[in-house]
């Protein structure tokens, strides 16, 4: 890693802060440095230029969250010029975007913005992945799709996932049919029709976050 780099993470670092975010981040074993974004941010403009693929790597291979972060920011800003590229390193690297905030702020600006006018295959490979990553990843990625009124896939893909255990897809998954419902109601109210007795509390939660709280109860009710 460019040992400039390192110094500017070190002296960035803020204790206080990184103990807040470990609590918040609750179940996150990464080690936090208590960088705010911005900063982060900042480094990125710094560095793009000269910073390699394989030092991005390097970056994502740490435990250190910040570090992670920003490779992450790194390879949205780098998607821009090579999109080809920074979407195959993406692929090749899945494991090390094991966390929600790195898998959100990457995957529907890259994997998702590729995929537009490609087949989505690995959409659905992703979603019947055993790994909880690999399944968030594939509903994030639809956010791309959502805001071009595109919604066959998202539809598709929470079917797949309605039942999952784990909290972090259902989350996910209430949050993509929110954003479908902000621009058709209608179809997240058919979803919800043929769907809700399957759906967990929580992703129903998330999904009807822009209802009325008469709309709200009616569902929760069913």
């Not at 055993?130 to 639809?142: A, L």
């Not at 799709?145 to 996910?172: G, P, R, V």
């Amino acid at each position: 890693m460019i040992i400039k780099l390192e110094k500017d993470f070190q002296k960035l670092k803020n204790k206080k802060r990184a103990e807040t975010y470990a609590s918040f981040f609750k179940n996150n074993s990464n080690v936090f440095y208590g960088i705010y974004a911005k900063d982060l941010k900042s480094l990125v403009k710094k560095y793009i230029s000269i910073l390699t693929f394989k030092e991005i790597k390097e970056l994502l291979e740490t435990k250190v969250q910040e570090k992670k972060q920003l490779a992450c920011y790194t390879l949205v800003e780098k998607y821009k010029e090579d999109n080809e590229k920074v979407f195959n390193f993406y692929i090749k690297n899945l494991k090390y975007f094991d966390d929600w905030g790195l898998i959100d702020t990457t995957c529907s600006h890259i994997l998702g913005d590729y995929l537009l006018n490609q087949k989505r295959d690995i959409l659905y490979k992703l979603a019947n992945s055993e790994k909880w990553n690999e399944q968030r990843i594939s509903v994030v990625s639809c956010y791309a799709f959502i805001k071009k009124n595109d919604f066959k896939d998202i539809l598709k893909i929470s079917k797949i996932l309605i039942e999952n255990e784990n909290d972090l897809i259902q989350k996910a998954v209430g949050w993509m049919l929110r954003e479908m419902g902000k621009r058709d109601k209608n179809l997240l109210i058919d979803f919800l029709n043929k769907n809700v007795k399957k759906m967990k509390r929580i992703t129903l939660r998330y999904c009807l976050e822009k209802f009325s709280k008469k709309e709200r109860d009616y569902w929760y009710a069913k």
